[in-house]
């Protein structure tokens, strides 16, 4: 299985700052650490996965290396410390010794590579998610380097054939009966090294430019939704196909609703003698306002269901529903009159709270209950 971008691993844009990259090594090292996952393969795995990228992008030499060659740029790096990289050593090194035997030779190994794929963080709003809507990104990605076309070489001059590994990018280094294949330190894999580089890209036949894309977002987009831009990734190298881009979807907290799949749900204070007598209240929804009759007698807590008021997400049918919770509002900054009239209430309701605070009578014989048991 090919290896993850490496900033798709820790959830951070090409552009994160060293910190932003600690904070969230360290929020996956917690979550997937070994000692808090016990015979948990998956979480070991993804722990080192992102102690992998970590140790990558932490070091500014090799962030550079990566951030211009992708995982090949780093391979060398990370020599066996990585449990694939180590096994795939030992493979490597087994293939060489058969092919040997047999005639077969090394193993050809091509020199192109497809560029890394990149993660861009959207945050849009609830309304916009809801509706879909068109967005301008800026990104900073690597792109093939005009002057020379993308092969490294000043204009009028071609890279050459390595001469240490002999264009076939890897070198292989003899122990006794062991025939061990690695990349080759002068031209990295390449095959070819650059005598007249080029003085935009100083030989590196790639660029770190800022580009801006424009994204359609379709409505009913989620929380985490990833829209792809294929071809809008890192470009290749010597010739590879450019990566994707994936724009990962954060949806804002909103002032009055919240989210909960396709469904909407918000907060309707009503104020203490509407609960009680009934009327007629407006609330908001994503279309504008509607209303809703109170009935007499309502308790905080009580829901109200306005159907397909809610989102149609991007793969359903049709749309949800706005689940409005009703909370009774305590009256304050009560003037002596309205204090006045609230006494004569509780004094009315004290010679029949049975009849009046059903709950509350039910509530306190069952803390009688309690206490005599």
């Excluded at 005009?146 to 240490?164: D, F, I, L, N, W």
Aim: some cysteine.
């Amino acid at each position: 299985m090919a290896k993850r971008d490496f900033y798709e691993v820790l959830g951070v844009n090409r552009d994160a700052s060293e910190e932003d990259i600690k904070k969230a090594y360290r929020k996956l090292a917690m979550k997937h650490h070994p000692d808090r996952n016990p015979d948990n393969p998956k979480s070991e795995e993804l722990f080192k996965e992102a102690k992998e990228a970590y140790e990558v992008l932490c070091d500014s030499g090799k962030r550079a290396a990566y951030d211009q060659y992708g995982h090949a740029g780093v391979d060398s790096h990370a020599g066996m410390g990585a449990g694939a990289a180590g096994f795939g050593g030992f493979a490597d090194a087994f293939g060489d010794i058969f092919g040997d035997i047999f005639g077969g030779g090394g193993r050809g190994r091509s020199n192109v590579y497809r560029g890394a794929d990149l993660r861009y963080n959207l945050e849009i709003a609830l309304e916009e998610a809801a509706r879909g809507t068109e967005t301008r990104i800026r990104i900073p990605t690597m792109e093939q380097c005009e002057t020379c076309k993308g092969t490294g070489a000043k204009p009028g001059s071609q890279p050459t054939t390595c001469p240490t590994c002999n264009g076939q990018g890897q070198v292989r280094m003899t122990q006794g009966f062991f025939s061990i294949q690695q990349t080759c330190p002068k031209c990295h894999g390449g095959g070819k090294v650059v005598q007249n580089p080029c003085a935009t890209c100083s030989g590196a036949g790639r660029l770190k430019k800022q580009k801006t894309l424009s994204v359609k977002i379709p409505p009913g987009v989620d929380e985490g939704d990833r829209i792809r831009l294929t071809g809008e990734g890192e470009a290749g190298v010597n010739g590879g196909p450019p990566g994707d881009l994936y724009v990962v979807m954060h949806i804002r907290p909103h002032d009055v609703f919240t989210r909960e799949g396709n469904d909407l749900h918000c907060e309707m204070p009503v104020s203490f003698t509407k609960a009680a007598l009934g009327g007629e209240i407006e609330i908001p929804t994503l279309d504008g306002y509607a209303k809703i009759k109170i009935p007499t007698e309502t308790q905080s807590g009580k829901v109200f269901r306005l159907r397909g008021k809610g989102i149609k997400g991007v793969r359903s049918q049709s749309f949800g529903d706005l689940l409005c919770h009703v909370v009774v509002e305590t009256p304050v900054n009560l003037t002596s009159r309205q204090k006045e009239l609230l006494h004569e209430l509780e004094e009315i309701n004290e010679h029949d709270g049975g009849r009046h605070n059903p709950r509350a009578r039910s509530w306190l014989d069952k803390v009688r209950e309690f206490f005599d048991t």
